[in-house]
T-cell receptor, first 115, second 113 residues
């Protein structure tokens, strides 16, 4: 398994500002992902954070809005840029450890409210 | 297109009774299947997975799930529900060759004392 921490755990932000969410894992992992869980809805994958290269974004998500960094195998950041109330959501980091088909482990999430 | 369906938004069951949370999927190839649970104000926790082999897989907290290829289903079950099982349950699939998961919309399970 992997222990994942996220900072901040929650935040309330003003429209038009940006917030950077950090994800730290206690061990080196190959795959890191960022998901969004909008109120009352399921999880949607935003992007796969690739170490040493640009993130791979899913349809409907773009780098300008959700820039991602992954400087090493234990850390990643997701920035929510130029926020609007529609960005209010829980943002979750997840990791998959290497070797075989392993389950993904999820961080506790960052609850973002945009006013 | 990949899709995961959890037809019931809410499932209520009396404590001690068996429970079933349904999941069907539409994914190409032979996907890997997962169940996760989300307790209030807590992160998503892995329950169990099906990769290959025996169609009945056992997981954490006494849960099990049955893979049915012909019906493309992966229903979550538990023989005797506990009040502490009350939570939000998500079914997820990982298509062949993909790294990411596709999630269902979730089913809120309430176990009534």
């Amino acid at each position: 398994s992997a222990v994942i921490s996220q900072k901040p755990s929650r935040d309330i932000c003003q429209r038009g500002t940006s917030l950077t969410i950090q994800c730290q894992v206690d061990s080196q992992v190959t795959m890191m992902f960022w998901y969004r869980q909008q109120p009352g809805q399921s999880l949607t994958l935003i992007a796969t954070a690739n170490q040493g290269s640009e993130a791979t974004y899913e349809s409907g998500f773009v780098i300008d809005k959700f820039p991602i960094s992954r400087p090493n195998l234990t850390f990643s950041t997701l920035t929510v840029s130029n926020m609007s109330p529609e960005d209010s959501s829980i943002y979750l980091c997840s990791v998959e450890t290497s070797g075989g088909v392993n389950e993904q482990f999820f961080g506790p999430g960052t609850r973002l409210t945009v006013l | 297109a990949q899709s995961v369906a959890q037809p019931e938004d809410q499932v209520n069951v009396a404590e001690g009774n068996p429970l079933t949370v349904k999941c069907t999927y539409s994914v190409s190839g032979n996907p890997y299947l997962f169940w996760y649970v989300q307790y209030p104000n807590r992160g998503l926790q892995f329950l169990l997975k099906y990769i290959t082999g025996d169609n009945l897989v056992k997981g954490s907290y006494g849960f099990e799930a049955e893979f049915n290829k012909s019906q493309t289903s992966f229903h979550l079950k538990k023989p005797s529900a506990l009040v502490s099982d009350s939570a939000l349950y998500f079914c997820a699939v990982r298509p062949t060759g993909a790294n990411n998961l596709f999630f269902g919309t979730g089913t809120r399970l309430t176990v009534i004392p």
